[in-house]
């Protein structure tokens, strides 16, 4: 099994900062792509940002120039550092993980979830 481990959302004022983290842990022989997530109220969940493990990156549009999505492979991790936050970007956080087991078995992980409330 996989765990996934998120932290550093909260709440936070418009224009201010916040870095998520996401930690993974198990029965993990590599860890493929992996990615962020939203989901705000009445809204579906999006794709936010992804990372490949050769580090190519993408965004959705609406937080191109202000998000950045990185990861440490040696340390399973991935981080979202979100500068210039807008209400709009207030939402339920997840971490999303493809890995590999040591037998060779792939999986799609999720996190928890963090809240991130951008505050007028």
């Known amino acids: 099994q996989v765990q996934l481990v998120e932290s550093g959302g909260g709440l936070v004022q418009a224009g201010g900062s916040l870095r998520l983290s996401c930690v993974a842990s198990g029965y993990i022989f590599r860890v493929n792509a992996m990615a962020w997530y939203r989901q705000a109220p009445g809204k579906q969940r999006e794709v936010v940002a992804t990372v490949s493990r050769e580090g190519l990156t993408t965004y959705v549009d609406s937080v191109k120039g202000r998000f950045t999505i990185s990861r440490d492979n040696a340390k399973n991790t991935m981080y979202l550092q979100m500068n210039r936050l807008k209400p709009e970007d207030t939402a339920v956080y997840y971490c999303?993980?493809?890995?590999?087991?040591?037998?060779?078995?792939?999986?799609?992980?999720w996190g928890q979830g963090t809240q991130v409330t951008v505050s007028s």
């Open positions: 999303n993980v493809v890995s590999t087991s040591f037998s060779g078995k792939n999986s799609d992980n």
